[in-house]
């Protein structure tokens, strides 16, 4: 009864941590290709959050289009290069923190403007 106890501590202790690392969804308002960085304004109460996020080497950037082939339906994703991300697209961003910096795991483009 006591390990069922601790495990259902570190589970609770655990879930708001993870809640915390929803994705930054917004408009991009600059693209820094030299110090990689991506800078989104995401909606919010108020104003407008703008958020720098890191671009890492491990960070994947992704664009979503139908698929052209007829033995595979559906979407396929197709990598993009920070340079080739333009202000005024709208985008998706998994990150994660580290230390006071937003790090990128997934940007993918919604919509290229």
């Not at 308002?29 to 958020?51: M, N, Q, S, W």
């Not at 720098?52 to 197709?78: C, L, M, N």
């Amino acid at each position: 009864m006591r390990h069922l106890v601790i495990v259902l501590f570190l589970l609770a202790s655990v879930g708001p941590a993870a809640a915390d690392e929803a994705p930054i969804a917004g408009t991009v308002k600059a693209v820094d290709v030299v110090g990689k960085t991506l800078t989104v304004e995401a909606p919010a109460t108020g104003r407008p959050r703008v958020v720098p996020i890191e671009i890492r080497a491990e960070s994947k950037i992704v664009r979503s289009r139908r698929s052209t082939d007829p033995g595979k339906p559906g979407f396929v994703q197709d990598a993009v290069a920070l340079e080739d991300i333009k202000p005024g697209w709208t985008v998706s961003v998994t990150t994660k923190h580290d230390g006071d910096r937003e790090v990128a795991i997934v940007v993918k483009v919604l919509v290229e403007r």
